[in-house]
Nanobody
Framework: QVHVVESGGGLVQAGTSLRLSCAAS????????MGWFRQAPGKEREFVAA????????RYADSVKGRFTIFRDNAKNTVYLQMNSLKPEDTAVYYC?????????????????WGQGTQVTVST
């Protein structure tokens, strides 16, 4: 069992930055694929970013490419999502997810473990 906890959400103005953190425990962190997803009201949960076990390989949704950066610190069992140039359309609950089988994926069904989510609200 992997326990995943997100933190760092909040209310920010458009154009500013925010960093989300996600701590995972219960398995060797360096053996976990980690991903970020988000869900806006009335919409399905969508892929944001993913990072491989070593951190070498990353994937991003087109909507955040160039603005968001995912990175991990395996010594701290933590993955981060640096969000720059935030837009109102980035408003959503952001979820961190982990999987111990896949190498890299942007499909939510491949992630076995999920956090409770953290709210990010971007105002105009």
């Amino acid at each position: 069992q992997v326990h995943v906890v997100e933190s760092g959400g909040g209310l920010v103005q458009a154009g500013t930055s925010l960093r989300l953190s996600c701590a995972a425990s219960g398995r060797t962190f360096s053996r976990l694929l980690m991903g970020w997803f988000r869900q806006a009201p009335g919409k399905e949960r969508e892929f944001v970013a993913a990072i491989s076990r070593s951190g070498i390989t990353t994937r991003y949704a087109d909507s955040v490419k160039g603005r968001f950066t995912i990175f991990r610190d395996n010594a701290k069992n933590t993955v981060y999502l640096q969000m720059n140039s935030l837009k109102p359309e980035d408003t959503a609950v952001y979820y961190c997810a982990a999987d111990q089988n896949s190498l890299i994926s942007n499909y939510k069904n491949e992630y076995e473990y999920w956090g409770q989510g953290t709210q990010v609200t971007v105002s105009t």
